[in-house]
């Protein structure tokens, strides 16, 4: 059975910052992608950023120079430290890992295992 539990979120100011972590069961291990997207009521799921098996990133335009995702093989974790943030970046963030290893992509269509979210909220 595969388990994404994330946890990190909170409330924080605007220019605060805030780290996930994303603990992943064993069967997701260092050969998948792990990915976060974010989601706001009434708005499809946004892609954030991804860190494939190479170590290979990408990021959200959105979010490129203010988010950092890094991943911890011996703990079957990856974090995404979130820096600058703003009222716009209020979401439920989720982790997730495709079904396929060696496999990375932007498109949460393509993501097969989800955390069960959490939230964070910036105030101005």
């Known amino acids: 059975q595969v388990q994404l539990v994330e946890s990190g979120g909170g409330l924080v100011q605007a220019g605060g910052s805030l780290r996930l972590s994303c603990r992943a069961s064993e069967r997701i291990d260092s050969s998948y992608t792990l990915a976060w997207f974010r989601q706001v009521p009434g708005k499809e799921r946004e892609f954030v950023t991804f860190?494939?098996?190479?170590?290979?990133?990408d990021y959200g335009d959105s979010v490129k120079g203010r988010f950092t995702i890094s991943r911890d093989n011996t703990k079957n974790t990856v974090y995404l430290q979130m820096n600058s943030l703003q009222p716009g970046d209020t979401a439920v963030y989720y982790c997730?890992?495709?079904?396929?290893?060696?496999?990375?992509?932007?498109?949460?269509?393509?993501?097969?295992?989800w955390g069960q979210g959490t939230q964070v909220t910036v105030s101005s």
């Open positions: 997730a890992a495709p079904r396929t290893n060696y496999y990375y992509t932007t498109r949460p269509d393509q993501y097969t295992y």
């Open positions: 860190v494939s098996s190479s170590g290979r990133t």
